[in-house]
């Protein structure tokens, strides 16, 4: 058997044996850029870009507003989890080639018994894996790019974008949303917070100092993972104390999308009838995100950490240089608050769709529950077709809306889980090419028409077989 101390030995073998990536087969059209515009830079838009690829669809671009890789995506910014919260054996990137997915990856590395010894993916090290990947596939992705609006025209949409600051007018004919959690909406600020000055309070979205924070008494509200983990890493960094406020009278327990975690209703969740997955995004918003056990650990491993459960915000104000807040009866001072509240999605919240934000059928257009099952917020996430193209409101009124693509948690109700996370990956990426490919292929049918059915040059001449022609041999007469 071959070996090399080379750790990229096996992936580039399983390239070269999977053969070269076909060419592009999608035909220029004038005026136009791209045919794929993917925003956001992190690993779910590199997966896009390597997928269509291998689709043969060319002129694809990646976008990301960030200043350099380090700064994309949340793996190495506002995410401060020590580790993954999904399992380490999930399908990602590698698209169904294993050299490529993060097992052989880590193992060509470290070595299979250090695999096995790892319970889940450390953070940094998926962000150096994402990094790897990136680079081992030569995706280009063109960083402090900004998208600021999005111009419908007749067959292609015009990109306001600016870049370093400085404007400038791109085209495409397909867009992918691969933007995170912020993506069709934004942070969830209460609006307890909002007569606050900025400098008292962040979100967990945010650049938080946590350094400032040292020797400083901070509040947390909320109690998902993001708010245990901005609460363990305020400790870590030397808070005087940390107390994290729960509104419900237990922290939630009950992690509801593992239930239907498995093929049958992975593959099938998008034909569900409406009912069924509003049903299961309700009951998921009703029961919590429940916070990995070992962020939980994290935090109570210091004894300067309080939780006070059944302890809604009744108000906040400035008091001096802290903040004054009232707990049911009671009041507390800190010298800083830090929102671990969530996201919130509402595509008319998002200045890069004003143009036609009113045109996207949400779900409380399309679905109206019973009423013990009425949610505003799951009412506002988009109404997505099966390759997570966003729906028009009114049929034939913005008929472009089915060329952007929606690969982030305003997903989560059409799609039953988050979007854009490593589980969403092996079903969805595949869907969304498939349509793409699918979109420009007959949007040039005339082209592909005339391409497949024109004439070809023969591969060989008569001439290559004919003295292999059986030949009746002729009998000569006898006397």
Do not use: C
């Not at 990137?93 to 294993?98: A, C, K, R, S, V």
């Amino acid at each position: 058997m071959t070996t090399t101390s080379n750790f990229d030995f096996a992936a580039r073998e399983a390239l070269r044996l999977l053969g070269p990536d076909p060419e592009n087969w999608v035909p220029d059209r004038p005026g136009i850029d791209h045919n794929v515009t993917i925003i956001g830079g992190s690993g779910s838009g590199s997966t896009f870009v390597f997928a269509l690829r291998r689709a043969g669809i060319g002129r694809v671009t990646e976008i990301d507003a960030a200043d350099d890789e380090d700064h994309a995506g949340v793996w190495l910014t506002r995410a401060r989890m020590r580790t993954l919260r999904t399992p380490k054996h999930l399908p990602g990137p590698e698209l169904g080639i294993p050299e490529l997915s993060f097992q052989a990856w880590y193992e060509a590395r470290h070595g299979a018994a250090a695999y096995a010894k790892i319970d889940r993916i450390g953070r940094v090290t998926w962000a150096e894996y994402l990094s790897w990947y990136r680079h081992f596939l030569g995706i280009q992705v063109r960083y402090q790019t900004k998208l600021v609006r999005i111009e419908p025209v007749a067959g292609f949409f015009r990109l306001h974008l600016e870049v370093n600051g400085v404007p400038l007018l791109e085209t495409t004919r397909k867009i992918i949303f691969a933007n995170g959690v912020a993506g069709t909406g934004g942070p969830n600020i209460p609006p307890i917070l909002a007569d606050l000055p900025r400098t008292l309070y962040a979100h967990t979205a945010d650049a938080i100092d946590f350094e400032a924070l040292r020797g400083k008494t901070v509040a947390v509200l909320g109690a998902a993972a993001s708010a245990f983990d901005a609460a363990g890493v305020a400790l870590e960094s030397g808070a005087k104390a940390v107390h994290l406020f729960v509104r419900r009278s237990a922290i939630a327990s009950l992690s509801l999308l593992r239930v239907r975690d498995y093929p049958g209703a992975y593959d099938n969740y998008p034909q569900l009838p409406d009912a069924a997955r509003w049903l299961q995004a309700w009951r998921f918003h009703q029961a919590g995100t429940a916070p990995p056990p070992n962020s939980i650990e994290r935090a109570i491993a210091f004894p300067n950490f309080h939780i006070h459960l059944s302890a809604p915000w009744k108000s906040a104000r400035k008091l001096g240089n802290r903040i004054a807040i009232q707990v049911n009866d009671d009041v507390f001072e800190f010298d800083f608050a830090i929102a671990g509240t969530g996201y919130f999605v509402d595509p008319t919240k998002r200045p890069e769709l004003a143009d036609f934000a009113q045109h996207i059928a949400l779900w409380r257009d399309r679905y109206q529950p019973p009423e013990g099952l009425r949610d505003d917020g799951l009412g506002a996430h988009p109404y997505l077709g099966s390759a997570h193209e966003y729906q028009e409101k009114v049929p034939g009124t913005a008929p472009y809306l089915k060329d952007i693509h929606v690969f982030n948690p305003a997903g989560l109700v059409s799609f039953g889980l988050p979007v854009g996370d490593i589980h969403s990956i092996r079903r969805d990426v595949p869907a969304i090419v498939s349509r793409i490919s699918h979109d420009l292929f007959f949007k040039d049918w005339a082209h592909h028409e005339a391409r497949i059915a024109g004439d070809i040059a023969p591969d060989f001449e008569d001439s290559l077989y004919a003295a292999a022609v059986w030949k009746q041999p002729i009998e000569v007469a006898t006397r």
